[in-house]
């Protein structure tokens, strides 16, 4: 079975949302899905740049972009249409899986005294931006709740983890590479 790559259905400005109804491409379910397809292709990147001493992060980076493109179609569905596709659920376990990753990476690491800025190896600092697409998911989550566009409440944990674990990582990829962390300087100086 193939699908094709255009329709031609949204050069009018309009999609469809699993279940059949359209809605604007500006619309917030768009803009969600759309955000965590961005955070995905970052994911994907910063999976690509890893190299095999990073086995287990590639390992664990791959099962986050499976997760996402679940994420993305949940998001994706039209919460007033009984949906008859089966979508793959997210599970506490999978936010836990992310605070051990965190806890692993917090063993090795030297405590954080002070902010640091993104940069200190080229990974970390795409570790930074896709920490930042993921909290930027997580904002438009959390207005689609308080919009009346229903959400998962363990999607936004799952996200509020996420950026954690990208957080973490940053720093222990620098770690792991022998760079350094790059401390904030208040007023530049």
Request: charge should be neutral; proline fraction near 5%; aromatic fraction near 6%.
């Amino acid at each position: 079975m193939s699908f094709k790559i255009y329709t031609k259905t949204g050069d009018k400005g309009s999609t469809a949302l699993i279940g059949g109804s359209r809605v604007p491409k500006s619309h917030i379910r768009i803009e969600a899905y759309g955000t965590i397809d961005e955070l995905n292709s970052w994911i994907g990147l910063i999976n690509d740049l890893c190299d095999d001493e990073l086995k287990s992060t590639k390992l664990l980076l791959f099962k986050i972009q499976n997760q996402l493109f679940d994420i993305g179609s949940h998001l994706a569905c039209d919460p007033n249409k009984k949906i008859k596709m089966p979508i793959p659920e997210l599970h506490d376990d999978e936010v836990t899986q992310l605070e051990l990753a965190i806890d692993d990476m917090d063993k090795v690491l030297p405590p954080l005294k002070n902010f640091i800025l993104p940069g200190g190896n080229i990974i970390a600092s795409h570790c930074h931006i896709a920490r930042c697409v993921c909290r930027r998911a997580e904002r438009i989550a959390v207005g689609m709740t308080l919009s009346d566009e229903p959400v998962e409440p363990i999607i936004i944990q799952y996200l509020n983890r996420l950026s954690d674990y990208l957080f973490a990582l940053s720093r222990f990829i620098v770690f792991q590479k022998k760079g350094n962390e790059i401390l904030w300087q208040p007023r530049g100086k």
